[in-house]
């Protein structure tokens, strides 16, 4: 089938969750999420979800209502596919990646044109409308979008600061089988850690990154009954930051080669491993 746009956007990981106070920070990984349109004659819209046929396409028609005064096409109908190779409900981004792929295809498929920055936002609305985010996840979109490390204020959609890696990270994630999924997580409890959050936060701002890392994780260790032991390991064995990502329930570490195996050895017990790469690199980064 030839599709009239195709976008691609990645994953990434959590420093510093924003589901308590707004304020997080987030790196990107290379994982990859893909999202193809295609203008149809007639009011349908079918959406298609390759890896998880049994998946809801709520977030994928939130896209579409988002977007939809852009379209000025004449044809309301939309054939979309979506593939990642990100698992939903982990805490891996899988969302965000999503809704910032399928907004820019939509967008392009229109032949229309936006700021970086509207398009995350509207993917942000998107997330929040059909109930896979609490916070709409700003952090979480521009990082699945720049790479690198975001500081975003998600109550304003605003971000604060961003940088660029300068060493060359694997990311090691660790999958358990279990979800974690927005809507049975106990935000009253989480609310309650907000102050907590925020030093985190702050940790962050100094530099102090995998020291954010670990506040962030044992708060919501406790919370959402994590075991935070593999994390601990990974860092004797050398891991530059590990931590919880998202809600969890996945664990990530980032490492270099060299300390990878150790890495691995720490973290396998507790889920499946999934090694990819830390994204937005460059000579004259500036973090870690």
């Known amino acids: 089938m030839k599709f009239d746009s195709v976008c691609s956007e990645y ?30 004659e007639g009011r349908d819209i079918v959406v298609l979800i390759r890896d998880m046929p049994d998946m809801s396409d709520a977030l994928i028609r939130e896209c579409v209502a988002v977007t939809s005064r852009f379209n000025k096409t004449g044809r309301r109908g939309l054939y979309i596919e979506t593939r990642s190779e990100i698992p939903p409900s982990r805490g891996m981004k899988s969302s965000s990646s999503v809704s910032v792929a399928a907004v820019r295809a939509l967008l392009d498929a229109y032949g229309v044109r936006l700021p970086t920055l509207s398009i995350l936002r509207l993917a942000a609305r998107a997330s929040i409308r059909a109930g896979v985010s609490v916070t709409g996840a700003f952090d979480d979109a521009a990082a699945c979008h720049y790479g690198g490390l975001v500081f975003a204020d998600n109550r304003r959609m605003r971000m604060e600061r961003r940088l660029s890696f300068r060493r060359k990270y694997r990311v090691v994630y660790s999958i358990p089988e279990r979800a974690i999924v927005k809507g049975k997580l106990p935000l009253p409890e989480l609310r309650k850690w907000r102050e907590g959050m925020l030093q985190a936060y702050r940790m962050a701002v100094l530099s102090l990154y995998r020291e954010a890392a670990l506040s962030n994780s044992l708060i919501l260790s406790r919370i959402l009954s994590i075991d935070p032991s593999p994390l601990l390991s990974s860092l004797i064995e050398g891991a530059a930051v590990a931590g919880i990502t998202g809600t969890g329930p996945a664990l990530f570490a980032l490492c270099t080669g060299r300390e990878m195996p150790g890495v691995l050895r720490s973290l396998s017990g507790y889920g499946r491993t999934v090694v990819c790469r830390a994204r937005g690199v460059s000579s004259n980064g500036t973090l870690l």
């Open 11 to 40: 994953g990434a990981v959590t420093i510093v969750s924003a589901i308590s106070s707004f304020r997080g920070v987030t790196a990107g990984t290379d994982l990859r999420s893909t999202v193809s349109v295609k203008l149809e």
